[in-house]
C-alpha cells in the first residue's frame, strides 16, 4: 500500500487495520414516521376537518379530501415527522378528541 496514509483506513506500513475510505460522505437523516388518523361512526366530518386545519397545516379543500379518504377507506396518513413531533401530533389530536368526547383515533408508525 503506497498511496494511503498512517491513519486514513488503510492496512499499510505502518501496521494499522483500518476500515475503508467513505468517499460518500454520509448524510444522516432522522427515521421518519407517518400520522394516520383512522376512521370511526360517531366522531363529525367537521370536527376531522378541523383537526386537520388545526395540527397538521391542511387548507379547508385539503383537510375536506383527507377527511372523506379516512371515511371512505378507514385510515389515511394525514403527515410524516421526525418522533417527537409525530408524538406531539398524535397527542394533540388525542387530547382534542377526548376533550369534545369523540372516539377519533390518531396514529404512528415507523416508515
Ligand atoms: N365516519 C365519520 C362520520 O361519518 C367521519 C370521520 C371521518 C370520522 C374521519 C373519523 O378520522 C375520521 N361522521
Given at each position: 500500500m503506497t498511496v494511503m496514509s498512517s491513519d486514513d483506513g488503510g492496512d499499510d506500513a505502518d501496521g494499522d487495520v483500518g476500515t475503508l475510505t467513505r468517499t460518500k460522505p454520509?448524510?444522516?437523516r432522522?427515521?421518519?414516521y407517518k400520522v394516520m388518523l383512522l376512521n370511526d361512526d360517531?366522531?363529525?366530518m367537521e370536527f376531522v376537518v378541523h383537526i386537520l386545519e388545526r395540527?397538521?397545516?391542511l387548507d379547508h379543500a385539503a383537510s375536506f379530501e383527507i377527511m372523506l379518504i379516512v371515511h371512505k377507506k378507514g385510515l389515511a396518513v394525514v403527515g410524516t415527522y421526525t418522533r417527537e413531533i409525530a408524538e406531539?401530533?398524535?397527542a394533540q389530536v388525542m387530547e382534542a378528541a377526548r376533550q369534545n368526547q369523540h372516539p377519533l383515533q390518531c396514529t404512528m408508525e415507523k416508515e
Amino acid at each position: 500500500m503506497t498511496v494511503m496514509s498512517s491513519d486514513d483506513g488503510g492496512d499499510d506500513a505502518d501496521g494499522d487495520v483500518g476500515t475503508l475510505t467513505r468517499t460518500k460522505p454520509k448524510t444522516q437523516r432522522p427515521p421518519m414516521y407517518k400520522v394516520m388518523l383512522l376512521n370511526d361512526d360517531y366522531t363529525p366530518m367537521e370536527f376531522v376537518v378541523h383537526i386537520l386545519e388545526r395540527y397538521f397545516s391542511l387548507d379547508h379543500a385539503a383537510s375536506f379530501e383527507i377527511m372523506l379518504i379516512v371515511h371512505k377507506k378507514g385510515l389515511a396518513v394525514v403527515g410524516t415527522y421526525t418522533r417527537e413531533i409525530a408524538e406531539t401530533k398524535v397527542a394533540q389530536v388525542m387530547e382534542a378528541a377526548r376533550q369534545n368526547q369523540h372516539p377519533l383515533q390518531c396514529t404512528m408508525e415507523k416508515e
